[in-house]
């Protein structure tokens, strides 16, 4: 029998709670995306002023990191390093780096993204609202 943990819209108000005071405290708008294990859509948030094409960026980013459980950015040089094209893969992944599995118990439960700034930043604040849900966790 599985046991399967996923996040919830508790966690996903949590981690979207944190990224979005950290980006208001940066004086900076972006989108911010939380899914389940299967990279489906728990809550999105596009603050004011955020580009809208970082709304799909970010809808991807979360499918990525949760079906390959692994961060964007990672599969992304992953990809570069082996001369592999992401489109030889699911059309819907993307390597750009902002998208963050939440490892729970060893599982991947769920991810966190950011889109709508560097990548470097975008993957700084999911890992933030990853840490925000791992925190709140009672194990």
């Given at each position: ?125 999911a890992r933030l609202g990853v840490q925000a849900i791992l925190e709140g966790t009672n194990?």
């Open positions: 029998m599985l046991n399967h943990k996923e996040l919830g819209e508790k966690d996903a108000e949590t981690a979207i709670r944190v990224i979005r005071e950290e980006l208001v405290r940066r004086g900076k708008t972006g989108v911010i995306a939380v899914s389940d294990s299967h990279g489906e859509p728990i809550s999105l948030l596009r603050m004011d002023g955020a580009p809208l094409p970082s709304i799909e960026v970010a809808l991807r980013k979360i499918l990525t990191a949760s079906r390959e459980r692994k961060s964007t950015g990672d599969l992304g040089k992953g990809f570069q390093a082996n001369g592999w094209q992401m489109a030889n893969s699911d059309p819907r992944f993307t390597g750009w780096d902002g998208g963050v599995p939440v490892v729970y118990q060893g599982q991947v439960v769920g991810a966190v993204a950011v889109s709508g700034l560097a990548q470097e930043e975008d993957a700084e604040l194990d």
